[in-house]
């Protein structure tokens, strides 16, 4: 297990990570989730001894990873693919690494076959693509068979393939009971592989949750509405439903999408205009949409024309698309209970973001494990970075 315990870290005045506390439990592949500059990369780096803690701390198995001894066999990672000595071999790359742990030449031949390296052993790492930098890179993670794994993009540059196998690698190291930590700009990927999510932004958590809790904590619920094709219906109950308060959509294929109002107050709606339905189903956004959502005001780095146009997030999802591109009903507006007038409202999880689409009924408590920061960390700085001078990292070399 890894346990981060209000870790915090400081490059100058620039706050990278602020007072992030979580676990990352065997068993479960977890995702770790962030915009560019939220501090992933940093926060992987205080795991493995590479950047020291401004304040708090992270223990891997119980310990700080510079006092787990035989560290390599304990805890592998993959943080920089491009970080490989260009001019030796896949194979002398991984010897070297192996010999500096002690562990056997045969490991060696072992994990090229799992990343599927094995024709390309003897040649030059340099004449590499992407993706087989990122298998190499993946292989020396594997060299001391780990009960942890920390992955920092590993499908980056690879093909559909690739990333198949990545996610089955992922799975399986999982279910035979490792710790996985993985992070990713994917969404889509990340909904197929991890079961748990951290997600943070500009260094502070945001969320720590079930992929399936996050989407339905992060995203307004819809209905799904389509009338007999047959003249002025759909404008009708367009009308209709509008009126009745909820927020209208015409999908691509004819049906709409409703907002704001529970299932059975649409079919109310529907009945007393005088519109037959021949579709009225409950659906849920992707983890993209709710991913933006959450992370939509802890973005640094974002074009001028999202600015112009006001950018709020993705657009919507498609139409029917749950996580795994499936439909996913969720409780709440659409499943049938009406929304009690004067309701409470949902404690917003996100400290950045206003709340988006409509009312939803109370949902329940945030989790402890997910707090929203009492102090917002110091003001974000251009990223500067330039770790020459970082004292830290000359410590790591
Ligand atoms: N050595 C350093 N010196 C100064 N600032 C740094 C250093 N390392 C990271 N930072 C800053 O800390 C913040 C977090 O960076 P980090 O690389 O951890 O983010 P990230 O979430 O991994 O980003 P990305 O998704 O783009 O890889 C950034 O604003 C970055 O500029």
Redesign the pocket.
């Known amino acids: 297990m890894i346990e981060a315990v209000g870790l915090t870290k400081r490059?100058g005045a620039?706050t990278?990570v602020y007072n992030l506390s979580f676990q990352v439990r065997p068993g479960t592949v977890t995702g770790f989730l962030?915009p560019?500059?939220?501090?992933?990369?940093?926060t992987m780096r205080m795991i493995l001894g590479l950047d020291r803690p401004t304040g708090g701390t992270v223990t891997v198995g119980g310990q700080p990873f510079r006092q787990t001894p035989n560290a390599p066999r304990q805890v592998g990672a993959l943080l920089d693919a491009k970080a490989v000595h260009g001019g030796r071999s896949a194979r002398n790359h991984l010897l070297s690494l192996a010999q500096l742990s002690g562990i056997p030449a045969r490991r060696v031949d072992e994990v090229l076959g799992v990343v599927g390296l094995h024709d390309v052993a003897r040649k030059r790492s340099k004449g590499f693509s992407l993706g087989m930098g990122q298998r190499l890179g993946i292989a020396a993670a594997l060299l001391g068979d780990p009960q942890v794994l920390l992955f920092d993009e590993p499908v980056n540059g690879l093909d559909p393939e690739g990333i198949l196998w990545v996610r089955n690698l992922m799975k399986g190291l999982a279910a035979e009971g490792r710790t996985v930590f993985v992070s990713s700009h994917l969404m889509s990927e990340m909904a197929l592989t991890a079961e748990h999510l951290i997600v943070i932004g500009r260094g502070q958590l945001m969320a720590d949750m079930s992929v399936n809790e996050f989407i339905a904590r992060n995203s307004a619920g819809f209905a799904r509405v389509r009338t007999p094709d047959e003249p002025n219906l759909r404008e009708k109950l367009t009308a209709a439903l509008a009126e009745a308060g909820g927020q209208v959509l015409p999908e691509p294929d004819g049906a709409l999408r409703v907002a704001g109002l529970p299932l059975p107050r649409i079919s109310d709606v529907a009945h007393a205009a005088d519109v037959r339905l021949w579709e009225l189903s409950p659906h849920q956004a992707s983890l993209e949409e709710a991913y933006m959502q959450l992370t939509q005001g802890a973005v640094?780095y974002r074009s001028t024309a999202d600015q112009r146009a006001g950018w709020q997030g993705g657009p919507p999802a498609a139409a029917g698309q749950g996580p795994q591109g499936g439909f996913v009903p969720q409780p709440g507006a659409y499943q049938g209970q009406p929304v009690p007038a004067g309701a409470p409202q949902p404690q917003p999880q996100n400290p950045y973001a206003a709340p988006y689409g409509p009312p939803q009924p109370a949902a329940a408590p945030a989790p402890a494990s997910a707090p929203v920061p009492a102090s917002a960390p110091e003001a974000t700085q251009p990223?500067?970075?330039?770790?020459r001078d970082?004292r830290d990292?000359e410590d790591a070399r």
Do not use: E, I, L, P
């Not at 990223?383 to 770790?387: F, G, I, K, M, Q």
């Open positions: 490059y620039k990278a962030g560019n500059g939220s501090g992933k990369s940093t640094d990223d500067n970075r330039d770790h970082d990292n």
